[in-house]
């Protein structure tokens, strides 16, 4: 590939208690062009590739691509995300299944709402991240997470509803429709880590 930049990440990150290497490459090539690519080279290193239909598109915008190491559990997946013409943001990103542990729920910065489900728990060296999806309305989310977090003495930031604050800390609550009549909730954290 042509690369025109490439962003460091040395860091391991650990989605759903697995941990993940992450990083990220522009290159001078079509999406279109990448995908068959990498899907050849996975294949040429011995690695099974499940069909187009077995393949989870979990990014917006972009094409994902998974191959897995069936002997080590490992996973490697690469999301081609278009960016001019002939120039393509590439995330790689490899998983090691093997080293997966349970992830609970004492390093959550907040409380779920009830009927949470899909929750997933993303942690880096520099923030927190907690997903999910709830059988909830947008007031029913504000209002919860303005109840839960003030009584943990988290302050929301004047003027906006989505930013509270606590003693260097700040917590960014995201949310919006999904299928189903429930909506996806997003809360990153950022600061220092809380104790668990």
Do not use: C
Not at 38 to 43: L, P
Not at 76 to 87: A, N, R, S
Not at 154 to 175: F, N, P
Not at 185 to 191: F, K, S, T
Request: no cysteine; aromatic share 6%; glycine share 10%.
């Amino acid at each position: 590939m042509r690369v025109l930049e490439q962003v460091d990440a040395s860091e391991v990150v650990e989605a759903g208690g697995v941990p993940v290497v992450l990083r990220a490459v522009v290159v001078k090539e079509r999406a279109e062009d990448l995908i068959q690519r990498f899907a050849d080279a996975f294949r040429a290193g011995g690695l099974h590739v499940p069909p187009g239909a077995e393949q989870p598109q979990l990014a917006s915008g972009a094409a994902m691509l998974t191959a897995i190491d069936m002997y080590r559990g490992i996973t490697f997946t690469v999301i081609l995300q278009p960016q001019d013409v002939g120039v393509t943001l590439v995330y790689l990103g490899e998983a090691n299944h093997t080293l997966r542990r349970e992830p609970g729920t004492e390093g959550d910065v907040a409380s779920l709402p009830p009927g949470a489900r899909q929750v997933l728990r993303v942690n880096d060296e520099g923030s927190r991240t907690l997903s999910f999806l709830v059988p909830m309305s947008a007031g029913e989310v504000d209002a919860f997470y303005a109840q839960a977090l003030r009584r943990d003495g988290w302050r929301r930031e004047d003027g906006d509803l989505t930013v509270y604050t606590r003693s260097g800390e700040e917590l960014r609550i995201v949310h919006e429709p999904a299928e189903g009549g429930l909506r996806s909730v997003v809360l990153v954290h950022r600061g220092r880590s809380p104790a668990p």
